[in-house]
C-alpha cells in the first residue's frame, strides 16, 4: 500500500510541476509530430513488410524475424538476478529458446508490476528487430520522422519495439514501465514523467 502511494503521490506531483511549465513548452511537446512528404536519404530505400515469425506468453506476443538469434536474444534477457525468480533457472518443462524468452518477459513484466505496486491487465506486443537501423525505418514508418533510438513504445496498438543488437532485460523493463503507466493511469503521461518511473524500476530490479 505505501509504495502504492507513494507512485501516485510521483504522478501527481510530476503532473503539477508539468501543468506549471510554460504554455509553449507544453505545446511542442504535446502536439502531433509534423508530417513531411520528403523523406530523408537513410530512409528513401525502406524495404518491404518483414515477414515475421511469432509465439506467445502470458503477457506478451512476441515477435521476431528469421534472421534473429533467439538465444542470444534469450541471453540478453537474463544479465539481472530478479527475486524470487533467479537469473538462469527455468522450470523443467521451458527448454527451447523461445519458451525461455516467453517464460523470461513474464518474470519482468511480473518484477515491474511489483516495483510499481500497479496491476493492469494487459497483453503487450514486442517486435524485435535485427539492428538498429531496421528499428530506426519502423519508427520513421510510423511517426514520418527520423530518430536513433535502441526502443519505443506505440500505446496505440500496445507494441514494443526493440532491436537484438542493443537489446537488454534492464532496456526491456523501462519500456515494460511505460505500458504499466499507461495502462494504470488512463491517460497518456508526457515522456518525462515516464522516464522517471523507468528509471526507478530499472534501479531496484533486483534489489
Same mark, same amino acid.
Given at each position: 500500500?505505501?509504495? @502504492?502511494?507513494?507512485?501516485?503521490?510521483?504522478?501527481?506531483?510530476?503532473?503539477?510541476?508539468?501543468?506549471?511549465?510554460?504554455?509553449?513548452?507544453?505545446?511542442? +511537446?504535446? $502536439? /502531433?509530430?509534423?508530417? /513531411?512528404?520528403?523523406?530523408?536519404?537513410?530512409?528513401?530505400?525502406?524495404?518491404?513488410?518483414?515477414?515475421?515469425?511469432?509465439?506467445?506468453?502470458?503477457?506478451?506476443?512476441?515477435?521476431?524475424?528469421?534472421?534473429?538469434?533467439?538465444? /542470444?536474444?534469450?541471453?540478453?534477457?537474463?544479465? @539481472? $538476478?530478479?527475486?524470487?525468480?533467479?537469473?538462469?533457472?527455468?522450470?523443467?518443462?521451458? @527448454?527451447?529458446?523461445?519458451?525461455?524468452?516467453?517464460? @523470461?518477459?513474464?518474470?519482468?513484466?511480473?518484477?515491474?508490476?511489483?516495483?510499481?505496486?500497479?496491476?493492469?491487465? &494487459?497483453?503487450?506486443?514486442? !517486435?524485435? #528487430?535485427?539492428?538498429?537501423?531496421? %528499428?530506426?525505418?519502423?519508427?520513421?514508418?510510423?511517426?514520418?520522422?527520423?530518430?536513433?533510438?535502441?526502443? #519505443?513504445?506505440? *500505446?496505440?496498438?500496445? $507494441?514494443?519495439?526493440?532491436?537484438?543488437?542493443?537489446?537488454?532485460?534492464? %532496456?526491456?523493463?523501462?519500456?515494460?514501465? !511505460?505500458?504499466? &503507466?499507461?495502462?494504470?493511469?488512463? +491517460?497518456?503521461?508526457?515522456?518525462?514523467?515516464? *522516464?522517471?518511473? /523507468?528509471?526507478? &524500476? *530499472?534501479?531496484?530490479?533486483?534489489?
Amino acid at each position: 500500500m505505501k509504495k @502504492r502511494y507513494l507512485t501516485m503521490s510521483m504522478v501527481l506531483l510530476a503532473s503539477f510541476n508539468y501543468m506549471l511549465l510554460p504554455a509553449e513548452y507544453i505545446n511542442s +511537446v504535446t $502536439t /502531433s509530430l509534423e508530417m /513531411s512528404d520528403a523523406i530523408p536519404d537513410q530512409y528513401a530505400g525502406l524495404s518491404a513488410p518483414q515477414s515475421w515469425n511469432t509465439f506467445k506468453s502470458a503477457y506478451f506476443t512476441v515477435y521476431y524475424l528469421p534472421q534473429n538469434d533467439l538465444k /542470444s536474444i534469450e541471453r540478453k534477457l537474463r544479465t @539481472r $538476478t530478479l527475486p524470487s525468480f533467479g537469473r538462469n533457472t527455468y522450470p523443467d518443462n521451458v @527448454r527451447s529458446s523461445a519458451e525461455k524468452i516467453a517464460y @523470461r518477459l513474464d518474470m519482468l513484466f511480473i518484477r515491474t508490476r511489483e516495483l510499481l505496486d500497479t496491476y493492469p491487465d &494487459v497483453h503487450v506486443n514486442l !517486435r524485435i #528487430f535485427k539492428t538498429r537501423q531496421e %528499428l530506426d525505418d519502423e519508427y520513421y514508418k510510423i511517426y514520418k520522422k527520423g530518430k536513433d533510438t535502441a526502443s #519505443f513504445y506505440v *500505446n496505440k496498438n500496445k $507494441t514494443i519495439y526493440v532491436c537484438e543488437s542493443d537489446l537488454t532485460d534492464s %532496456l526491456i523493463v523501462q519500456e515494460m514501465a !511505460r505500458v504499466i &503507466v499507461d495502462q494504470d493511469i488512463g +491517460v497518456i503521461l508526457p515522456a518525462g514523467i515516464k *522516464n522517471m518511473f /523507468s528509471s526507478y &524500476v *530499472n534501479s531496484h530490479l533486483d534489489e
